[in-house]
């Protein structure tokens, strides 16, 4: 005999809601469509409830809310598949996998689809919600009975019990006795009983989510509106006593309903359910409001928190790495796709077999010519197109005596041959673009590839903290009258302390934040940001240690006489840390077109840069992107970048002149050269790395500018003979010297770029 399975109270208890949760989820609709029931049902069967009881409840639920004889048949189709599936999975002794639950969902609905098939659209979003439905369902089931505390959620597990509650109320909302209507009475307790236990985030998070289902069925922001105060009014007046809130919530919904509302005689349909609902939060023992305030509240760790951070970075690391892998697999797949040149034999030979079956096709000699003549002819042919290839063309008098007396096709062979030679040479042209573009996608490929892997370095190594100095921070400012609730202090592999701080907004002076800070670092401090939260009157700062080295820049700059625009472009961008770009680029020729050229390649170096890709491979894929344009497109580039961390500055230049750098009234020469970009498919820029220090002017120009000195130490010597250190004053004076010397015509596009390194006196 088999054993009979017994109930005990919270088994009963438990079914009884999972009935009630299926009329109320086969009462939900959304745009007319009601998936959710079969959804839940689907997600029971995965968590392991009983088949039986969960089939017959999806059963009479289906029945109660939709009398028909369709209704019917798409209950029963989902039950049935449901089963089969449970049981199949039973007796093979095999867990269901989760994909097998949503193949079968979808199987499910077979017969709903045959019954709407004239819907398309309809259909396809029942499925689609039906499957999320699913998805939330399943996490919220797994939560409620897999786990012994159902409030200690991930992010993905409370936007699923948040979309549950919402469907709730949807299915809700329409239910009445008379004009009783339950989901204020239900709302309303829920938020008095988490309000009891002091977890307002969570009775805010429920009831706007159940509220917003209420206006999704009635399709009004009412209920939103209406709850969101009541919540405010609870929370706010929560702590003196059960009565006095209750009473307080009920004459604060009177006024809504009978102000803004325009509900007169009506109110009391409207008032009963939160009096009800009121009255039972007032009888409930204190005993079981402790007990549930045990099971809601959920203790927070720093240090499992700041452990989780390291966890996380570990994490990250590793999904970079994998994900490196893959760039480089496509860097490599590309570069198996570029297609080589073939070897002139090769060519030869094809352009023969393609001349001979074109031409000699429909010849009546060639029989003869083929066994007679074969070789001779096929070595004067070869030799015909080896000229043609040569010289680009083949003429009558480069036929040999012996082909032109026998051959009476002798100009459509000449011809054919030249037009052959030249549809090679086009498509040769554009195979070469082609595979130039090939090459650019898989270098940066190979390019993203290896800065994902430099990330993820970066980002795998432990975050260390010191809790011992955070306390000592809070002490030191709470004493200067600074409210701080949080203090944050973290240090990454060789690099400096950062702080994150979050204070009262208002009631903190920087300068002493700033100067406690870095008392107890012991290093000087310095805030980056300061943003507000949302949680609070409070505001989150964010400190790093203080660089003691800045830059300040002067640029001056005209255009080519008669031109509105300039072909030179600038750009001064601060990178990651204490980074500066300074950049000139200047567009072959003037006018708009110069200007165009000059700014697209700048702005390609500027993106290049922020992203943080090497030299080499920024220069490479910025010349190859206009080196594939069939335009003559060329730029000069001139890039500086300045690290004030180390205190070197390194020159890029790139058909660019040469540059300046003035340290204590000496000249030192920065030597220009190479080809402009996009002149050759590679490039060989010319290099330049030096240490700066403070007052060091760093001073960069265009060739209009350079062109303007008869000679090179003629311009050094006049930036020697300027006694300001203002860089906009010397960037202005060389402006000006330049046009001096060219009669005051600007002969081309010019533009100064001076830079200068100073020490912070803070």
Known sequence: M?????FNFYEIVKYFCLFFVCIVLANARVSGLSPFLYAFFFASIFVGLDEKF?????????????????SLYVALTVVAVGIVVFYIHKFAKKRIKLLTIFLSFLISLVTYIYYNRAEIFDCVYYVVLGLICLYVFVTVLQVLLLRKNCFKLTLDESICFLFSIALLGVGIAPVKIVNFEIYRLILMFVIFLLLAVNSATLAYSVALSFALGVSLSCVSLIPIAEFAILMLISGVFSAPNKFKIVLLTVLCDAVIQYFFLNKSWQILYALLPIAVAGLIYLILPKKLINNLSDLVYVKSTEISSRALINTTRRNIRKRMSEL????????????????RELEKSELIAMLSREVVASCCKDCLDKNKCTRSLGFENKSNLETLIEIALTKGKVTLLDIPNSMSNRCAKINLLVNLINRLTDEYKQFKTMQADVNNVKILLADQMGAVSRLLLDLGEEIDTNVTFDMARENKIISRLLSNN?????????AEKNSDMSAILVVKAGGAPELIVEKIVGEVCRTPMQITSIIPLEEGNYNSITLHKLNKFDCIFGLASCNKSGNDESGDCHSIIRLSGNKFLLALCDGMGSGKSAHKMSAMTLGLIENFYKVGFDNDIILESVNKLLAVNNQESYSTLDVCLIDLDKNLADFIKVGAPFGLIKRDGNIEFVEGGALPIGALDNITPATYKTTISTKDLIVMATDGITDAFETQES?????????????????????NEALTRNEMTAKDDMTVLVARTYLKNK
């Open 482 to 490: 600074i409210e701080c609730r949080e203090v944050l202090l973290y």
């Open 54 to 70: 969960m089939g017959v409840f999806t059963l009479c639920s289906a029945i109660l809310i939709d009398l028909s004889l369709a």
């Open 2 to 6: 088999s054993k009979v399975k017994r």
């Open 324 to 339: 490196s892998n893959v760039f480089m697999d496509m860097k490599q797949i590309h570069l198996n796709m570029v297609k």
């Open 715 to 735: 311009f050094c010597e006049f930036v020697a003979r300027l006694a300001t250190n203002n860089p906009q004053t010397i960037a202005e004076s060389i402006l």
